[in-house]
Structure formats: C-alpha cells, structure tokens
C-alpha cells in the first residue's frame, strides 16, 4: 500500500550522503510503501540513467530524514515484491 510520508514531511526530493563516493546526492521519490511495519522510499537518482533504489527511512529525534540501504537479503527481497506490486497496479490503473 502506498504512503505519503517522506514526501508529505519534506517534499518529492531527499538528499542522501554516499559514503562510498564521499558526496551528497539527490534523488526524486517515486513512491513510498511499507512493509511488516517499516516505510520504504523508492528513488531516483537526479541526472543519472542509474536506479530507481529502494531506501528504508525513518525520522529521527531532530525531524530530519534518514535514508538506509537495505542490507537484510530476506528484507530486500520483501521490499523488492512490494515494489513490483506497487508497479503492477500504477500500470493497470496509472494516476493523471
């Protein structure tokens, strides 16, 4: 089931720091679901043909966002069937 959270708290783009490449970098969100409790965001990287990704995220204590890979196989591979539902139902019935 799609959710709103991340875009209602701070809008259709996050900024996540990419610790491998040592920068910030700026995504447009897709979608929101969740999962066995746990909010997922899918994004698009800007200006790259590269993703979508798929980030957990959560709001810490000091209100900004979190963005977290999904590490857990089991998780990934639930949040990726999430994905492909949600995928399935915008093609059969795409918002104008």
Known sequence: MEINHLRNKVGNEVNWFNHGLS??????VLTEFEVGGNPYAVVHPRGTEDGPFIFK???????????SPIDDDDEWEQAAEAFDHWLYEYHRNPKV
Do not use: A, I, N, V
């Not at 920068?23 to 447009?28: K, P």
């Not at 995220?57 to 963005?67: A, C, I, K, R, V």
């Open 57 to 67: 995220y959560s709001f810490p204590e000091d209100g900004t966002h979190q963005l």
């Open 23 to 28: 920068m910030d970098e700026t995504y447009d």
